[in-house]
């Protein structure tokens, strides 16, 4: 053999032995725990990253990296997770209860008696805002009033009409719905296009800032005896307040009704892998507050998620009964 044609057969042997190595290091790299979010720009989006930040710190010392993805929200993400497509998602209460049970957009897949709940992390307040000049203070001034309400999945619209529901009222019962998104909502709002807004969100929030400081736009009660049967049959939903003060020109306590933001995964997840997880929130729990408004407020008991939506994950009770925070 020419000493040319020896140095290309010593090369290409090389390079496929490089080859290989980068091929058995990819192999062997863990797979990273995913978490299905929300839409870029969301509070879903937000408290989903900072999960997977907690979860990353060096000091955390995980074998596997957390990557939060981007999705539809509460009811895709609970179908991710069953795919198996997704190791952890966020939902609002209500949503996880319907998947749990096989009810409302799950009715058809049936229940799903695998699902757990790990951490609750805030209320999302079912929200109006008014024109000051439209005449609405209380939610039953709503009707036959025209409306903007979110172009949100289906989490928000079960939520939605649920309230709509508990007064005996549709959709329909409205003399102008349109679907918009934040953006929009603020616009028409402020324009005068429509009368009030509807939206699920903790607070505070952007599109309620820009309306009450843009165009004094009022936030409206949501409460009496309608709101009051829901509460009492509903164990998903719970009683909320936006305090008064957060928003100018709204001095008062507002009463509203709101789901629960969760962190859900499924019975087949290890128990390693579920206390993991809360123990990185709840080990760094200053600094996650500090990642997002909407956590401001968060305590570390009102995280501690009911069991009445759903079962607790066997490694998220381990947490809580070594940190004190169950019995």
């Known amino acids: 053999m020419f000493p040319r044609q020896a140095s290309c057969v010593a090369a290409v042997v090389v390079a496929s032995a490089l080859a290989g190595c980068v091929a058995a290091s990819v192999a062997l790299a863990p797979s990273p725990v995913t978490l299905a979010t929300g839409t870029p720009g969301g509070a879903y989006h937000a408290v989903g990253n900072a999960i997977c930040r907690m979860f990353n710190l060096p000091e955390e010392h995980q074998a596997r990296p957390c990557v939060a993805v981007s999705s539809d929200g509460s009811a895709a993400n609970i179908q991710r997770i069953e795919r198996g497509e997704s190791t952890f998602g966020l939902s609002q209460t209500d949503i996880a209860y319907a998947a749990f049970h096989g009810a409302g957009p799950f009715a058809g897949a049936g229940p799903d008696p695998k699902l757990r709940m790990l951490i609750a992390f805030?209320?999302?307040?079912?929200t109006v805002v008014a024109r000051a000049d439209s005449g609405i203070r209380d939610f039953r001034d709503l009707r036959g009033k025209?409306?903007?309400?979110?172009t949100g999945g289906a989490g928000y619209a079960f939520?939605?009409?649920?309230?709509?529901g508990a007064y005996g009222w549709t959709i329909s019962d409205f003399a102008d719905v349109l679907q918009l998104d934040p953006g929009e909502?603020?616009?028409?709002?402020?324009s005068g296009a429509v009368d009030a807004v509807f939206f699920a969100a903790g607070h505070p929030n952007g599109v309620t800032q820009e309306v009450t400081a843009g165009c004094g736009a009022r936030l409206v009660r949501i409460a009496g005896e309608p709101i009051g049967k829901l509460l009492a049959t509903h164990p998903y939903y719970v009683a909320s307040v936006i305090p008064g003060g957060?928003?100018?020109?709204?001095?008062?306590?507002?009463p509203t009704i709101a789901t629960q933001a969760v962190l859900v995964t499924t019975s087949d997840q290890p128990d390693e892998l579920a206390y993991a997880v809360v123990a990185a929130v709840f080990g760094h729990f200053a600094d996650f507050r500090r990642l997002h408004p909407v956590l401001w407020a968060s305590?570390?008991?009102?995280?501690?998620?009911?069991?009445?939506v759903m079962p607790i994950h066997p490694g998220a009770l381990k947490y809580y009964r070594e940190a004190g925070l169950v019995h």
């Open 122 to 126: 805030y209320p999302e307040a079912f």
């Open 299 to 308: 305590d570390m008991q009102d995280m501690v998620p009911a069991g009445d």
């Open 246 to 254: 957060m928003y100018a020109g709204n001095p008062d306590d507002v």
């Open 146 to 150: 025209r409306l903007g309400v979110e």
């Open 185 to 190: 909502q603020r616009q028409a709002l402020c």
């Open 159 to 164: 939520t939605r009409d649920a309230i709509l």
